[in-house]
């Protein structure tokens, strides 16, 4: 017996099939989500030298692009050309790295070893003051009763040094795995370098790779918006990722000679954390004041005022005048779409995803806003 087949029913048979599998896949990844979890870090940590390559290539091509333009364009091989730049990169970031940790390091472990002594120093001053039974108000003839305090303390406190006590217990055995982590961590951020020099050799060539399967798989004109897209959000990311980070680092720097000038302790230590916050628009300098002020209040309660009073000066010379002359408006973000990627990508990814959220929400912001902006001319010329 002969099968008629109907063309359309074979469509409509093939979108079953595909809703199916579709919803059978969905359904396996939740009901065993212990599995595929696991499945996940497996890949991904197999993965992750290639992650980091990308990440270091990618951040490191206008790097290359640069030196290439202004040192070796007159050089005829192009291989010659791309290596060369990619040696002199290479030569000035890890010269930088290996500068910027010999002389900040040395100094920020003697500033926390500094710190860590202070506990020494106060606790004994606390606990002759809570040994006190009555405490006189000034220089009046009414007294505070000790009593009660001393007894909450003293509760609390052996409740927080047993707390302090099974954490370091339950702390010591992990030693081993974190060490271990680190080790791998490091290792692959190795294999990551150096897998980014054959990305960075084999740019161009990449990218043709990737234009000709976009020009395959679509129809011409939305491959050619495709193209222009990835082109415009490179251009967002990349703007503002170098961008903050040159700002934070003059921040730092600024940071640093001022603290220095009025003799503030801790100087490098200070400025290393508004450097390193400042990196979080809107919420960085506030939270790198915040430390900082918690830090000297203990040491030099009026430093530790003059140092918040400096900070919300920095932070306004930074908002108006530093941080709109480098990054211009590279992100086309309002102040809520901003604080929204720093809220939510941040409670995912921490600190990296406060960083890297708001060049993600801008570029999601400009695929949406290109694509109404096709169906809204679309839609006003069939009016």
């Given at each position: 017996m002969k099968i008629n087949w109907n063309r359309k029913y074979n469509t409509v048979a093939v979108y079953v099939i595909l809703v199916f599998l579709i919803c059978y896949g969905i359904y396996k990844v939740t009901n065993s989500w212990d599995q595929t979890n696991t499945a996940f870090s497996v890949i991904l940590k197999t993965l992750s030298p290639f992650i980091y390559a990308l990440t270091i290539a990618y951040f490191l091509d206008p790097l290359v692009q640069r030196i290439e333009f202004t040192f070796f364009k007159k050089i005829k091989s192009e291989k010659i050309q791309r290596g060369l730049s990619i040696f002199s990169a290479y030569i000035v970031v890890i010269s930088s790295i290996v500068i910027l940790l010999s002389f900040i390091?040395?100094?920020?472990?003697?500033?926390?070893?500094?710190?860590?002594?202070?506990?020494?120093?106060?606790?004994?001053?606390?606990?002759?003051?809570?040994?006190?039974?009555?405490?006189?108000?000034?220089?009046?003839?009414?007294?505070?009763?000790?009593?009660?305090?001393?007894?909450?303390?003293?509760?609390?406190i052996k409740e927080t040094i047993a707390s302090l006590s099974n954490m370091v217990q339950n702390f010591a055995p992990k030693i081993l795995t974190y060490l271990s982590s680190f080790a791998s961590a490091l290792m692959n951020i190795l294999l990551g370098f150096i897998i980014a020099i054959y990305l960075l050799l084999t740019k161009e060539s990449g990218l043709r790779t990737a234009r000709k399967v976009v020009l395959a798989i679509f129809p011409a004109k939305h491959a050619i918006n495709l193209i222009n897209l990835g082109k415009e959000s490179n251009e967002i990311f990349i703007n503002f990722i170098i961008g903050k980070l040159l700002d934070s680092l003059i921040i730092g720097i600024i940071a640093f000679v001022v603290l220095v000038i009025f003799n503030f302790q801790y100087a490098l230590l200070l400025s290393v954390i508004i450097g390193v916050t400042n990196i979080i628009p809107y919420f960085g300098p506030f939270i790198g004041g915040i430390i900082g002020f918690i830090l000297l209040l203990f040491i030099n309660p009026v430093q530790a005022i003059w140092f918040m009073v400096f900070v919300l000066i920095l932070q306004q010379f930074d908002g108006n005048i530093l941080g709109p002359k480098i990054l211009g408006n590279s992100t086309g973000l309002s102040p809520f779409w901003v604080i929204f990627a720093i809220i939510v990508f941040g409670k995912f990814f921490g600190f990296v995803g406060m960083f890297i959220g708001v060049p993600i929400v801008a570029v999601l912001k400009n695929i949406i806003t290109r694509q109404v902006d096709r169906l809204y001319d679309q839609r006003m010329k069939t009016l």
């Open positions: 390091v040395p100094q920020l472990i003697s500033s926390v070893q500094e710190i860590a002594k202070l506990p020494g120093i106060y606790l004994p001053m606390i606990d002759k003051f809570l040994s006190q039974d009555t405490l006189p108000i000034f220089d009046t003839d009414y007294y505070i009763d000790m009593t009660f305090i001393n007894r909450y303390f003293n509760d609390n």
